[in-house]
């Protein structure tokens, strides 16, 4: 997969904000059930990592391979996690913004400038003083350091839904992730939703039953 104008857009960027290039990706704003997962990456300048893409343009099984490679080769790397009862009681939007501050807090390296996926920056404090950045709309697929972070938040996320499906078996977590495929919603209105299922979110399934 060529992947050259991912890490060329990160070239330019750097030229004038600084080395130190953060990419914020999330995965999990859409499902169900199961909390809102982001990761934030920081790759060395010079990096190529061969089949980079968006999370969504790559097979579960490249994900894993690629996620290890980021892990490895990234200068730094933070996961942030809002579960369940946190997108209930504050919404989904700003419990991924708060995914998101989680994820670059955990970086062991502070950026010089975070770039996020979508079209909302949440904005970021490090020390006291607001870390600058913008947003980028389909920036997974733009910008290596954001591809790298959907990549991570995607990963992660699958294994702890893949997990959870050991707690609540008679959903499928570990095929559908918590997304509301066909299965999943009969399973809801047969059995009703589990202590991981956001119920803000299947107000329109239970009233149509």
Known sequence: MNNTSLFEFDTQ???????????????????????????????????????????????EKQRVVLDTRIR???????????????????????ATFLAMRRAVDNLSVQPEYVLVDGRDFPGFECNGSSLPGRSLVKGDARSAVVAA???????????????????????GFEKHKGYGTKFHREQILRIGPSALHRKTFLRKILRES
């Open 13 to 59: 960027i750097r030229a004038t904000k600084g080395a130190l290039l953060c990419g914020v990706d999330e995965a999990g704003r859409g499902p169900l059930a199961g909390p809102v997962v982001a990761a934030a990456v920081i790759l060395p300048e010079s990096i190529q990592i061969d089949d980079l893409n968006d999370s969504k343009k790559v097979s």
């Open 72 to 94: 490895t080769q990234a200068l730094s790397f933070g996961i942030g996690v809002a579960d369940v009862q946190t997108i209930e009681r504050i919404n989904i939007l700003q």
């Open 149 to 171: 972070a959907s990549i991570l938040a995607k990963v992660f996320r699958d294994k702890l839904m893949t997990q959870y499906a050991a707690q609540y078996p008679e959903y």
